[in-house]
């Protein structure tokens, strides 16, 4: 089973400082056919402008990934992490029992754009925790390379969830392929540029749904960014 989400049936939001699409409902969005989809609960793609952010806030129970396409992305929380982030890292924060942070565009020039991705942990009342790694462009070109995994394997950051989180880059006859094992899904996110999946044409925006496929596979791409899900149900 497949389900082809496109870009343009997102919910949308602009506040002015900041226009975001949400994948799946949040805030003022809601659609009871887009709640989650596994664990996974949310994938915002946010752009923030120049010198903007959101001030500080409090998340609880929820493994929170973000993922820079341009610019940069500030972070500070409570638990005395302060860093920027840019196109390549990956930055996890664990919620856990409770944590405060804030996140901001620290650029006076250019606008920061990212995506911000929910999953429900597989375990509640966890002690907080951050982690931000790296991944060159050479690790993800034609080919999926793990960035966020339950166990941290690979160099990935970890996660309270039994997912994976892979990224890809691919253009021209580049292809590669996920293997899912029985009774899991997946789930693909096209962040940039146009990529086949499984034979369907997808766009900047697009996802696609896969519930008991034996395999991911990515071709035909043109100057693709692509995040896959493999998830549980």
């Known amino acids: 089973m497949f389900e082809v989400r496109k870009s343009a049936a997102r919910g949308h939001a602009s506040h002015g400082w900041l226009d975001s699409y949400h994948s799946f409902s949040f805030a003022d969005y809601y659609?009871?056919?887009?709640?989650?989809?596994g664990p996974l609960r949310v994938i915002n793609e946010d752009r923030v402008n120049p010198g903007a952010g959101f001030g500080r806030h409090g998340h609880k129970d929820m493994e929170i990934i973000s993922y820079v396409?341009?610019?940069?992305?500030?972070?500070?929380?409570?638990?005395?992490?302060?860093?920027v982030i840019r196109p390549g890292d990956v930055q996890r924060m664990s919620a856990g029992t409770g944590v405060m942070h804030s996140e901001a565009n620290?650029?006076?020039?250019e606008l920061s754009h990212f995506l911000q991705i929910w999953i429900?942990?597989?375990a509640l009342g966890v002690?907080?925790?951050?982690?931000?790694k790296h991944f060159p462009r050479a690790e993800k070109e034609g080919k999926l390379r793990l960035v966020a995994s339950s166990d941290g394997r690979d160099g990935s950051v970890s996660m309270h969830q039994d997912a994976c989180l892979y990224a890809g880059l691919f253009d021209g006859e580049?292809?590669?392929?996920l293997a899912l094992a029985p009774g899991r899904l997946a789930y693909v996110h096209v962040a940039r540029g146009s990529v086949r999946v499984n034979g369907q044409q997808l766009d900047s925006g697009d996802a696609i749904k896969?519930?008991?496929?034996?395999?991911?596979?990515?071709?035909?791409g043109k100057n693709a960014e692509v995040l896959v899900f493999d998830l549980p149900h």
């Open 106 to 109: 620290p650029s006076q020039t």
């Open 127 to 132: 002690t907080p925790g951050y982690e931000e």
């Open 120 to 122: 429900m942990p597989n």
């Open 69 to 83: 396409l341009d610019g940069a992305l500030a972070h500070n929380d409570n638990m005395g992490n302060g860093s």
């Open 31 to 37: 659609d009871a056919k887009h709640m989650h989809f």
């Open 174 to 177: 580049q292809e590669a392929s």
């Open 210 to 220: 896969l519930d008991g496929e034996t395999q991911v596979t990515l071709s035909s």
